[in-house]
C-alpha cells in the first residue's frame, strides 16, 4: 500500500514537472496570438513603415488628421488578430478630424519577427520616432492601449512625453492576470513578458482614461481598478456593469467618454499654442 501511495505521489510530482516546463517553454504562445498575413489595405489608410532599434522593418497603418493640430490617437491592439480588426472600430475617430495610427507589431500582419516585451516596446517607439520627424509635437500624441497593448502604452507614456493616454481593459501587470488564470501553477514566477503596468504607471503624468467592463473575464476589472488607483491625476475610469472584454466600445457611454476625453486634450493642446 505504502509503495502504491509513493509511486502515484512520484507519478504526480513528475507529472506536474512536466506541466510547468510545459508551460514555461510555450508560454508567449500563450501570450501572443498573431494573424501572420498581410491584410489589404484599408480604405483612407496610409501605409507607413519604420525601422527599430534592433532593425526590423514594419508596416503601419496611418489615417493624418482632417483637422489641422489635431491630436493623432496611437492604436496598440490586444494579443490577437492584427491591425486591420481594428479600423471599424476606431473609425469614428476619424470622423472627429482626428488621426489615428494603427501600429503593426513584429510578428503580426506579415512584419518580420517574434512578438515579446522588449520587442513590442522597440515597435512603439519607432512609431513615435516617426511621428516626431513629421513635425506632431508630443502634445498631440494619445496612446490608446487595447487590452495586452494597454501595457505597451502605459510602458511608453511612463519614458516618453505624450498628450494623454486611453487604457482599455488594462492589468496591472501580466504576471497577475496569469496567477488569477492558471491558479494551480506559480505562474507569477514564471512569465517572461510580466508587463508590469502597475511599476511604471505612476510616472505617467499626462492625462488618462481607464475603460473596463465589469463582466470581463478575460481581464477581470479589479486589476484595471488597481492601476487606475495607483496612476495619478487627473485621471478617469468609467467601469461599464454590462461590457464584457471585447465589448467596450459598443456601448455608447463608453464611445462618448472617449470623445469628450479626446476633445479636452484638443481643446488643451489648442490653449498651450
Same mark, same amino acid.
Given at each position: 500500500?505504502?509503495?502504491?501511495?509513493?509511486?502515484?505521489?512520484?507519478?504526480?510530482?513528475?507529472?506536474?514537472?512536466?506541466?510547468?516546463?510545459?508551460?514555461?517553454?510555450?508560454?508567449?504562445? +500563450?501570450?501572443?496570438?498573431?494573424?501572420?498575413?498581410? &491584410?489589404?489595405?484599408?480604405?483612407?489608410?496610409?501605409?507607413?513603415?519604420? *525601422?527599430?532599434?534592433?532593425?526590423?522593418?514594419? #508596416? $503601419?497603418?496611418?489615417?493624418?488628421?482632417? *483637422?489641422?493640430?489635431?491630436?493623432? =490617437?496611437?492604436? +496598440?491592439?490586444?494579443?490577437?488578430?492584427?491591425?486591420? $480588426?481594428? @479600423?471599424?472600430?476606431?473609425?469614428?475617430?476619424?470622423?472627429?478630424?482626428?488621426?489615428?495610427?494603427? =501600429?503593426?507589431?513584429?510578428?503580426?500582419?506579415?512584419?518580420?519577427?517574434? &512578438? %515579446?516585451?522588449?520587442?513590442?516596446?522597440?515597435?512603439?517607439?519607432?512609431? !513615435?520616432?516617426?511621428?516626431?520627424?513629421?513635425?506632431?509635437?508630443?502634445? *498631440? @500624441?494619445?496612446?490608446?492601449?487595447?487590452?495586452?497593448?494597454?501595457? =505597451?502604452?502605459? %510602458?511608453?507614456?511612463?519614458?516618453?512625453?505624450?498628450?494623454?493616454? @486611453?487604457?482599455?481593459?488594462?492589468?496591472?501587470? @501580466?504576471?497577475?492576470?496569469?496567477? %488569477?488564470?492558471?491558479?494551480?501553477? &506559480?505562474?507569477?514566477?514564471?512569465?517572461?513578458?510580466?508587463?508590469?503596468? !502597475?511599476?511604471?504607471?505612476?510616472?505617467?503624468?499626462? &492625462?488618462?482614461?481607464?475603460? $473596463?467592463?465589469?463582466?470581463?473575464? =478575460?481581464?477581470?476589472?479589479?486589476?484595471?481598478? #488597481?492601476?487606475?488607483?495607483?496612476?495619478?491625476?487627473?485621471?478617469?475610469?468609467?467601469? $461599464?456593469?454590462?461590457?464584457? %472584454?471585447?465589448?467596450?466600445?459598443?456601448?455608447?457611454?463608453?464611445?462618448?467618454?472617449?470623445?469628450?476625453?479626446?476633445?479636452?486634450?484638443?481643446?488643451?493642446?489648442?490653449?498651450?499654442?
Amino acid at each position: 500500500m505504502r509503495q502504491r501511495v509513493m509511486t502515484i505521489l512520484g507519478t504526480a510530482v513528475i507529472g506536474y514537472g512536466a506541466l510547468l516546463a510545459l508551460m514555461f517553454l510555450l508560454q508567449r504562445s +500563450f501570450l501572443y496570438y498573431p494573424m501572420g498575413e498581410i &491584410p489589404p489595405l484599408s480604405d483612407g489608410m496610409t501605409l507607413v513603415e519604420t *525601422r527599430t532599434a534592433d532593425g526590423l522593418d514594419l #508596416r $503601419h497603418w496611418y489615417r493624418p488628421p482632417a *483637422r489641422e493640430a489635431a491630436p493623432v =490617437v496611437v492604436v +496598440f491592439q490586444g494579443n490577437a488578430g492584427n491591425l486591420s $480588426h481594428r @479600423v471599424p472600430k476606431f473609425v469614428g475617430l476619424a470622423g472627429q478630424g482626428l488621426g489615428v495610427f494603427f =501600429v503593426g507589431y513584429r510578428g503580426y500582419g506579415g512584419n518580420p519577427g517574434k &512578438p %515579446h516585451q522588449d520587442g513590442l516596446l522597440a515597435d512603439g517607439r519607432s512609431v !513615435l520616432d516617426w511621428l516626431a520627424g513629421q513635425g506632431i509635437g508630443p502634445e *498631440r @500624441v494619445v496612446l490608446y492601449g487595447e487590452s495586452l497593448g494597454s501595457g =505597451v502604452a502605459v %510602458h511608453l507614456a511612463a519614458e516618453r512625453p505624450v498628450g494623454g493616454v @486611453v487604457l482599455e481593459a488594462p492589468y496591472s501587470s @501580466v504576471a497577475e492576470v496569469a496567477q %488569477h488564470h492558471y491558479w494551480y501553477l &506559480p505562474a507569477k514566477w514564471l512569465i517572461l513578458d510580466k508587463w508590469n503596468s !502597475l511599476a511604471r504607471v505612476e510616472e505617467v503624468s499626462v &492625462p488618462i482614461l481607464v475603460l $473596463h467592463g465589469e463582466r470581463d473575464k =478575460v481581464i477581470p476589472a479589479r486589476f484595471g481598478k #488597481r492601476l487606475f488607483a495607483a496612476a495619478k491625476e487627473p485621471k478617469e475610469l468609467l467601469l $461599464h456593469p454590462e461590457a464584457g %472584454h471585447n465589448d467596450l466600445l459598443t456601448f455608447p457611454r463608453v464611445a462618448r467618454r472617449i470623445e469628450t476625453f479626446l476633445g479636452s486634450l484638443a481643446a488643451a493642446g489648442r490653449r498651450l499654442d
